[in-house]
């Protein structure tokens, strides 16, 4: 059987893209030790954006199923059909995993930023405004804002100039993603859109085409301090009993 590509439906993309190619690889289409098709590459042939393929294979390769092997690609890992592949913790996570989860993107991504401020190129920093304009057309839908955060958050880890801090950045969120999104649904009710955060990231852009490392770790940190209240929020609602954070 050969491998195919097209169209995914709507809704958690990176997800339905990752089960796509998990279900080929489970049914040998994609053998073991088969190249796969670069990013731009698989993002056209599944309609998608390069962010939602990025973050796709990082699940993949967090299951073991596809392994990058440096400048020659990513390939289907040899023990790919051995594992039991996106078996993803049951959902929403403990709370305890949600705040050691908060605890590492607030490490992750503040030093980021910082070190984007220092070696964002001027063609980064233009993707990072197009990406802000993608957020602002989302403002009203959580799971279109969602996605579009995320390719902002790809690119401002590629700034960084560091392959490895982009790895952890799209795993962490990954993991993070469903709360996300239950989180924004909670600020879409409560202030009717997500323009709050939309001029949060423009800040944050223009504090790194500044080259100013402190302002871009200033307004991070309380772009990701607004959004973690809201994600411990559902937390606090589900369970009543739950300690409130720091208690």
Known sequence: MKPSFGPVRRGNIPVAIAADLRAQIEQGRLEPGRQLPGHRE???????????????????????????RAG???????QAGRRDALSPPALPLE???????IEAREVLELQV?????KRATAEQ???????????????????????????????LAEASGNRYLVRAMTEIRSLLE?????????????????????????????????????????????MMSRNHEFVLGLYA???????????
């Open 42 to 68: 698989l993002a056209a042939l599944f309609s998608v954006s390069v962010g939602s393929v990025r973050e796709a294979l990082s699940m993949l390769r967090s299951a073991g199923l596809i392994e990058t």
């Open 72 to 78: 020659r690609g990513t390939f289907v890992a040899a």
């Open 95 to 101: 709370r305890k995993a949600i705040e050691e989860l």
């Open 113 to 117: 930023a910082a070190m984007a401020a």
């Open 125 to 155: 920093v233009a993707e990072l405004r197009g990406h802000v304009e993608r957020l602002e057309a989302a403002a009203s839908s959580p799971a279109a804002f969602l996605d579009a955060d995320l390719e902002f958050h790809v690119v």
């Open 178 to 222: 469903q709360d996300m999104e239950l989180a924004a649904e909670i600020a879409i009710r409560r202030f009717g859109d997500l323009r709050v955060s939309v001029d949060s990231h423009r800040q944050l852009v223009d504090a790194i085409a500044a080259h100013d490392a402190d302002a871009a770790r200033a307004v991070l940190a309380g």
């Open 237 to 247: 609602l589900a369970r009543p009993d739950a300690p409130r954070p720091g208690g």
